[in-house]
């Protein structure tokens, strides 16, 4: 477990062992359905106090190889309608987003909300947006195990359901989801966690993840489960998680709601029938777009209107890199759940 959630002496060698791609002003990726954006130009506040380059960090993602040329299409758009070059680039992981954004060698960062709430309590940084996915803009982690352990943890026999993300039928038990409800809304059957007995091999994943180690370890602690008498098997990647259970490296496993769509059906054929949801955590806040404290006022509100408008601009670079369908102002409210998670898992 991490004791601080910040490494000021590793800013320089952790934050630009990055893989950055340049991404200068497109004129088709201005282009769209967005017709607001045109009379922005016109509108545009005084950009004497604007720097002439800006960095926009990226988390690694395991569905996207190449991140920073798939999201180009937004460096683009953003470096177009701001009159400023604005580069993507890839952090090794969310801490490295937060350390780039207060370092001032990432002015704008996409990353999960504790990242966020992390940035703005470390150094006055600016959460300006969060994600939806399908309607939400919060998540839940789920609690999942293989078929051949589903009468342990299931008090009822697992129902095949609909993920709308991906129209792909998979197993659920004890409520969490039926063939007319698939919502992924939690607390559901948390007390099904007391089944898991010491010794137990459960999939975990880092640490700083949200979905895959901390939201678990409040709910298994919830229900008086010790992580220290588990056998803990470490994993990297959501869609990772799914296959220690899948293939019975691991008899419980977590992840975010549904991560079995991040594995290749090419891989797991059978996925579907052989992992079983069996409950899920609270709800947690999806991330967002976090500005750095020294970029001037004028500047982030233009990010922010720009970014808060892509979805109508370009919905399938959106969908693909991201996974979500817009972004919405950041709830303050919601951030601070995130806050208090970090809290928890930070030492403080």
């Known amino acids: 477990m991490r004791k601080t959630l910040f490494a000021p002496g590793a800013l320089a060698l952790a934050v630009v062992a990055l ?14 359905t967005a017709g607001s954006t045109q009379s922005t130009q016109s509108t545009q506040p005084s950009q004497s106090s604007w720097p002439k380059q800006l960095t926009l960090a990226l988390i690694p993602n395991e569905q996207v190889n190449d991140l920073v ?20 680039v890839v ?9 780039a954004v207060c370092a001032g060698q990432a002015q704008i960062a996409i990353a999960d909300a504790g990242s966020l ?4 309590d470390q150094c006055g940084a600016y959460p300006v947006l969060q994600d939806v996915r399908f309607g939400a803009s919060s998540y839940a982690s789920e609690f999942f195990t293989n078929i051949a352990h589903a009468s342990k943890y299931c008090t009822d026999a697992p129902v095949k359901a609909t993920y709308a993300a991906n129209g792909a039928s998979y197993l659920y038990c004890n409520g969490v989801a039926d063939g007319a409800k698939n919502t ?4 559901v059957a948390v007390d099904a966690l007391k089944k898991i007995t010491p010794g137990t091999k459960v999939a975990f994943g880092n640490t700083t993840s949200p979905a895959g180690y901390q939201l678990p370890v409040l709910a298994l602690e919830s229900q008086g489960i010790k992580v220290d008498d588990l056998t803990q098997v470490p994993v990297t990647g959501n869609d990772n998680l799914v296959m220690a259970v899948y293939k019975g490296d691991a008899e419980v496993g977590f992840a975010y709601w549904d991560a079995r769509s991040a594995v290749k059906a090419s891989e797991a054929p059978d996925l579907g029938d052989k992992v079983v949801v069996f409950g899920l955590s609270q709800m947690y806040p999806n991330g967002g777009v976090v500005l750095g404290r020294d970029l001037p006022a004028d500047l982030r509100a233009k990010i922010t209107t720009l970014m808060a408008g892509y979805d109508k601009v370009d919905p399938t670079t959106l969908k693909n890199i991201f996974s979500q369908t817009a972004w919405v102002p950041a709830d303050p409210a919601a951030i601070d759940v995130a806050r208090q998670v970090n809290k928890r898992f930070s030492g403080q």
Not at 70 to 87: E, F, I, M, N, R
Not at 91 to 99: G, I, P, R, S
Not at 184 to 187: I, K, M, Q, R
């Open 91 to 99: 952090t090794k992981d969310y801490q490295a987003a937060v350390e």
């Open 184 to 187: 992924g809304v939690g607390p």
């Open 69 to 88: 040329t798939s999201a180009k299409p937004l460096t683009d758009y953003l470096s177009q309608q701001l009159g400023v070059t604005v580069t993507g």
């Open 117 to 120: 709430a992390a940035a703005q």
């Open 19 to 32: 893989a950055a791609c340049s991404s200068t002003p497109s004129n088709a990726a201005a282009t769209g």
